[in-house]
């Protein structure tokens, strides 16, 4: 198999350009490959293109779960596989690289384990339509959370932030400084089409996978092939009790929490009078009206 690996090296405050000389030695089980570094946002997907035209059937994205994304959108265009037997690997060199913990992966050197095993997984991806930052509809698939609100600036924080006290800390610090400002919002659901709801929202998470924000389980129920979305709604709550109660998010019992509602769907429309920002798999892209679709079986994951 022809494998290449892209790798984005300002992932992580550059640690993936930093440890990639001593990962790839433990990776020579990569025979037939090619590296490349991205050089900009965005371009990951149209190399992956490039390389699956050219007979490539392995991409191995190094980087973040925002890189991983961008390889996974370069295994379509126009909507259609360029390949359906391709597989799609990552190793979690990103400020968050929570994708993998939904398999069970916490660390480089399990993935890379994984990797060499050569488990593959058929798991179903998400399709999102929102407004860009200049004002137009924009769309994209995403593998593991997308979510507005809240969290939409605390993304845009943490990606402007220098994460020097790590992944986890920075999230954390982010999430509080963020949430003790934020005005909540008005926002309107349309759910599998049918039915229409408007409630105040703090955040709304749309999980195909469990994990976001370095390792807190938002999608504690989620799961990658089921071919549903795990909505978790978070309404209007106290801010000393939502405080009291922020270990329970990574425990995995955030549902647990009064104001917050968990609700299965395929499909979730949203839309707003007021500007909510909106991030996809790490990424601050834009603000609502949004649209979600989930697409079953649409990718194999190697891990």
Sequence with gaps: MKTLVIINPVAGGGKAKERWPEISKKCSFLKNSEVLYTQRAGEATQIVREFLKKGFDRILAVGGDGTLTEAANGFFENETPL?????????????????????GIFSVEAAIEGLEKNRTLLCDVGQVTYLNKKGKSESRLFVNISSFGCAGEIVDRVNQSSKALGATATYLGSTLLTFFTYQNPKV????????????????????????????????????????????????????????????????????EVEGVEHFQCRTLSATSSEKVPLEVDGDSVGTLPVTYLTLPNKITLWY
């Design 188 to 255: 309107t659901l349309e759910i599998d089409g049918k039915e229409k709801r408007s409630v105040v929202i703090n955040n709304l998470f749309v999980c195909n996978g469990k994990y976001s924000g370095s390792g807190m389980l938002w999608g504690p129920q989620a799961s990658l092939t089921d071919g549903l979305f795990d909505i978790t709604l978070v309404k209007e709550i106290p801010k000393l009790k939502a405080l009291l109660n922020m270990k329970k998010i990574y425990q995995g019992k955030v549902l």
């Design 83 to 103: 390949n359906p037997k391709a597989l799609l690997g990552t190793i979690p060199l990103g400020s968050g690289s929570d994708f993998l913990k939904t398999l």
